[in-house]
């Protein structure tokens, strides 16, 4: 799953220079250490996300931005979903 | 709740007429405290020699002048300490007719929690500075309590409950000298402490000068209010801080009666009355505004084409408190829905039918708010309002206390992450309409911005509303709302982009080209009244 998600982050934010192997599964995505992702490529990833898994979000709480700080916790975060797998 | 008061007395070189006040106090049954605030000679041998403890009457003595709030504070220990409930503060000075002692008691007895104050009935021997200190204040404890319940607040003849004081004093600061008496008050309203008012009569006696000193005092005291109207504007914007827990939801419960009144003044006086009362606030507002006032400047400047005079400026604040007051009047009812009429009939009926989701882009510039308040409940069911700051929830909070269909989903945008867009996107999918501000600071990040023609001259616009349009891939539309010259409101809503293409590569490009379009448009609707823009901000950064 997380060598899957470093996939989707790759090409849905065309990263083209990386790989997956570049991508550590603990390391920030956003803000100014790790990956270094900005706002916009928040917003790009989040509807990537929610096309290829099905995510759904009812309401923003700590806990659910603390879920998509790295690939780990997204992995988490998409294996806890009721119907992960078998989006659209 | 058991009722066992004492009388506190603090004086500073008074002594003249301090034999019949202790006189009087003893006639109601009150134990005293004579609080001798380092008074200097004959004062202080003529205060010790009341001192008669089998008597009822002890003097306790403060080697140095505390302040008169020092003095009472000092009362307030000695009272708990000696098991008090409640503090009957009475000035040293005589000026207040004890007459109305036993009605003060009864008062404080019936109501014990409250606190129990005098109201001056003044009579023609106030000297002048006190009565521009009066009046200062009163329309200050007016602003810092929305409340009008407290007619006077520096009336040193009052009953204190000693258990809420005790714990105020525990853990806030309290003004020292002679803005003791509004300070404290306040900050008890704050607390819950109900203020209960009994008139008293007042005279300056002539031999016997009081320690009010005209600009100095003045002076305190107007430092005590910007105090007090700071730390309310930052407990109210930050939601509930430290120390007082409560204080969030007292907060906004005054500022619903301020609603209330402004609503209540509004059909009572009507919006020129309204205007009117609301005048001297906003006059403060102006004065103290700096930021504000030189942005009102500077836009005013380019929109008018000329050097903009004072007038104008306190014009373009008067409107601002005025859409204010329209939005309330709009929520409350008062105004009808035929009051705003539609300028783009055809588009409206149009973008209303279409079911798909969208971005309604709208500005600072005339009452947005008011078009929302008078559309139709089911249009209104499908906004939600994308909003930077904690500022716009508490304001939202505010409004469904006041009318529970006025609530509105709001989505905080200022730090947006994966989890927000995919709200954003689910929004957009059940046919929301997402509303954005297209003039503000940059929604997704302070870098987020694109210079563009704004009149005159480059101004950074936000990215954040095509950056948003792009990526939810959905239409963008305009929403406008203007006060028309004959009165009434003009709404406008028009479509802008029937869908935003960013290909990566011109991106950059792309938006430019919708944020110069957008400035274009805004531009146009800011020259024909440019009294209604309520975008107090650095737009060309001519600050820096």
Known sequence: MEAELKRLIISALKLEDLSPEDIASDEALFGESGLGLDSIDALELGVALRKTYGLKVETVTDEVRASFATVASLARFIAAQPESGDGP | ?????????????????????????????????????????????????????????????????????????????????????????????????????????????????????????????????????????????????????ITDSMCGLRVYPLAAVTELLAGEGVGAGMDFDTDIMVRLFWRKVEPVMVPVRVTYPPGNSSNFHMVRDNWKITRMHTRLVLTMLVRRLTGATAPPRHWAGLAERGALWGLRFVVAAHRLLGRRGCMAVMAPIVLYFYLTGAEQRRASQRFLGRALG???????GLRHFMDFAGRALDAFAAWSGTLPPVAVTCDTPDAFARIAAD????????????????????????????????????????????????????????????????????????????????????????????????PVPFLGKSAEFSEGPWLLAGLLGCPVHLLFCRRCDEGGWAVSLEPFAERVELPRGRRVEAIAELAARYARRLEAE???????????????????
């Open chain 2, 1 to 149: 709740m058991t009722f066992n008061p004492c009388a506190v007395i603090p004086s500073h070189d008074h002594w003249t007429a301090l034999p019949g006040v202790v006189a009087a106090a003893r006639g109601q049954g009150l134990a005293v405290f004579i609080i001798d605030d380092g008074s200097g000679e004959p004062a202080a041998a003529a205060i010790a020699s009341l001192h008669r403890p089998a008597a009822g009457v002890t003097v306790v003595r403060l080697p140095d002048n505390r302040g008169k709030g020092g003095a009472v504070c000092e009362g307030f220990r000695l009272a708990a300490e000696a098991g008090f409930t409640h503090v009957v503060q009475i000035d040293a000075d005589g000026q207040h007719d004890l007459d109305a002692l036993p009605e003060l008691l009864a008062q404080a007895r019936a109501r014990p929690k409250a606190l129990v104050s005098g109201e001056p009935v003044y009579d023609a021997t106030m000297p002048w500075g006190r009565r521009i200190g009066r009046w200062i204040t009163h329309l200050w404890v007016f602003v810092e309590t929305l409340s009008f319940s």
């Open chain 2, 306 to 312: 000329r050097q903009p005079g004072r007038l104008d």
């Open chain 2, 355 to 450: 079911r798909r989701g969208a971005l309604l882009v709208v500005s600072h510039l005339g009452n947005v708010e008011l078009s929302r308040a008078l559309m139709a409940p089911a249009l209104r069911q499908r906004l939600t309002l994308l909003a930077h700051t904690r500022h716009a929830e508490n304001y939202g909070r505010l409004l469904r206390e006041f009318r529970p269909e006025a609530a509105a989903r709001v989505i905080q945008v200022t730090d947006i992450g994966p989890a927000t867009a995919i709200t954003l996107q689910e929004a957009i999918e059940r046919g929301e309409w997402l509303s954005i501000a297209g003039d503000r600071v940059p929604v997704l990040s302070k870098d987020r911005v694109v």
């Open chain 2, 526 to 544: 800011c020259r024909r009244d440019p009294f209604q823009w309520y975008n107090f901000f650095d737009f060309w950064r001519e600050g820096a």
